[in-house]
């Protein structure tokens, strides 16, 4: 295998998200987020994503009463609140040169309204920071990774309602300013596209409070004033600290026609379309044509304030990093057709393609593809902030965890962006997600599990929380070492 395919500071490491790990929900000032409130349903089919999402207004009024932690999954997730220490001397084992970390708004503004932040939450976090550059790792931060306070959602309709925008600002200009000597990659939106597949995770939206015919009206403008918060942190960013890049963060959902009929290439082309519409606007500062052309036919207003579009135009992002686990298959025969769902994304069964054990079709060259692809039509910096695949793992008798089916995804994985970085592609770091085990974010169990490190939780949350390497854990830090060399 040729070496030195990966530039020299490449950076390999991991991705995580508070609200599926730290556990810790109500201690230190914290208050109760929309992760806090999304459940593990133990009787239904795990990979009926539908029926472990959906989330009610009368589900959230019950959340809120409950000190469950077994029943709500991210409340106990596997205790990095307390035991980062130990998690991260793990990670700097295998090498990592960064760290994808979330900050929680409800550490930092419980209700997300309060005119002071909470210096118990602000403290936390500075102290992990700093604990990660004593172990040469480097923080890359996600603003906003599905963990909304409760309270903004129930009182301000989440990122439907405008002022919503300088709360959030306001908590960003607090980070900004604290960490300004310790983080330097930051993120503002994770995966905002999911606005659609799941608008009370990613916007605050409880669809049973809106007439069915507004909702999308409803969830267009909630990500328009996500879009202008995205610009206007990037503006902040800049000034609150120079040096410091941000970017944005795009589930890469890549659609591929069912074969090569004009109509199903032209169907392809739209979906896609529709997809990279969130990071078009993040990345080349305004709405592409289609969007609006689609509102104006479906009778939707979306309320720009005066200036929005310039700010939108005047701080697009620095970079662009996006999560790629799968690639899906449009038909228009699709009525007809074996069709595939996992959370993410739903269509036609490729016939060329395995499924993991929740249905997601495992494809490496669709990564390499949408790199090319993201590539060629920003031409900015990319990075690869989440991948990976969840799966059951068995401890052996004699302690150890074999998983090469995760191995296998992985090498397949960085072969792909090693492909692709032979085509031009600039890319500036791998952070694999669930680089420990965590809760999973849909499903909110635990044996949906992605890490090189086995952490023992059971998804009712009881287990001694201990962590153990698997093999990949030993696999995935020879690649790291040699520079992807010897995978
Ligand atoms: C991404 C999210 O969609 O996929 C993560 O950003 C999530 O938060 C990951 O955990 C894997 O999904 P899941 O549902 O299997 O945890």
Same mark, same amino acid.
């Given at each position: ?118 210096? /118990?939450? $602000?403290?936390? *976090?500075?102290?992990? #920071?700093? +604990? ?6 480097? @923080?890359?931060? &996600? ?36 960490? /300004?000597? $310790?983080?330097? *990659?930051?993120?503002? #939106?994770? +995966? ?6 799941? @608008?009370?995770? &990613? ?285």
């Amino acid at each position: 295998m040729s070496k030195n395919r990966f530039q020299e500071g490449f950076l390999w490491g991991g991705a995580t998200a508070a609200n599926q790990c730290e556990g810790a929900w109500d201690v230190d000032g914290k208050g109760l987020s929309v992760a806090d409130c999304s459940t593990y349903k133990a009787n239904v089919d795990p990979k009926d994503y539908k029926a472990q999402h959906g989330i009610t207004s009368a589900d959230i009024e019950e959340a809120m009463k409950s000190k469950d932690v077994s029943k709500y999954g991210k409340r106990h997730g596997i205790d990095f609140y307390n035991r980062y220490k130990e998690d991260l001397d793990l990670f700097q084992e295998m090498g990592f040169k960064v760290l994808r970390v979330s900050i929680q708004w409800t550490r930092i503004y419980p209700n997300g309204i309060e005119e002071e932040p909470n210096e /118990k939450g $602000l403290k936390h *976090y500075e102290e992990m #920071f700093i +604990e990660m550059k004593k172990r040469g790792i480097e @923080p890359l931060v &996600t603003l906003h990774h599905y963990e909304m306070p409760i309270y903004l959602c129930n009182n301000y309709d989440g990122w439907y309602k405008r002022d919503v925008i300088d709360l959030f600002i306001r908590f960003c200009k607090t980070v900004f300013e604290r960490y /300004k000597s $310790l983080v330097k *990659y930051w993120l503002t #939106f994770n +995966e905002i596209d999911s606005v659609f597949r799941h @608008p009370f995770t &990613t916007v605050g939206i409880v669809a049973d409070r809106y007439p069915e015919e507004k909702l999308d009206e409803v969830i267009y403008q909630s990500v328009h004033n996500q879009f202008v918060a995205s610009a206007l942190a990037t503006k902040y960013l800049h000034e609150i600290i120079p040096d410091a890049q941000m970017g944005c963060m795009l589930t890469r959902t890549l659609t591929y026609p069912e074969n090569c009929h004009p109509q199903n290439m032209l169907l392809a082309l739209k979906e896609n379309r529709e997809n990279y519409f969130y990071s078009d606007v993040q990345v080349l500062g305004e709405y592409p044509k289609h969007i609006k052309n689609k509102w104006k036919k479906n009778n939707i207003n979306v309320e720009f304030a005066p200036g929005d579009e310039e700010i939108i135009k005047c701080y697009p992002v620095d970079f662009v990093s996006f999560s790629y686990y799968m690639s899906r298959v449009t038909s228009k025969d699709e009525d007809q057709k074996e069709k595939v769902s996992g959370n993410l994304t739903s269509g036609v069964k490729n016939p060329y393609l395995e499924t993991t054990e929740w249905n997601w079709q495992i494809d490496p060259t669709g990564l390499h593809i949408s790199l090319v692809e993201l590539y060629d039509r920003y031409h900015k910096p990319l990075f690869i902030v989440e991948n990976g695949v969840g799966c059951k793992d068995k401890i052996e008798e004699d302690g150890s965890i074999i998983d090469d089916y995760r191995i296998k995804y992985f090498k397949d994985h960085i072969e792909a962006i090693a492909g692709a970085i032979e085509d031009g592609v600039e890319v500036i770091g791998y952070t694999p997600w669930g680089c420990i085990d965590m809760v999973s974010m849909s499903t909110c169990q635990m044996s949906k599990r992605y890490g090189f490190i086995y952490v023992d939780v059971d998804d009712l949350g009881n287990g001694t929380y201990e962590r153990k390497k698997k093999k990949s854990f030993y696999w995935y830090k020879k690649v790291i070492f040699t520079n992807g060399a010897n995978l």
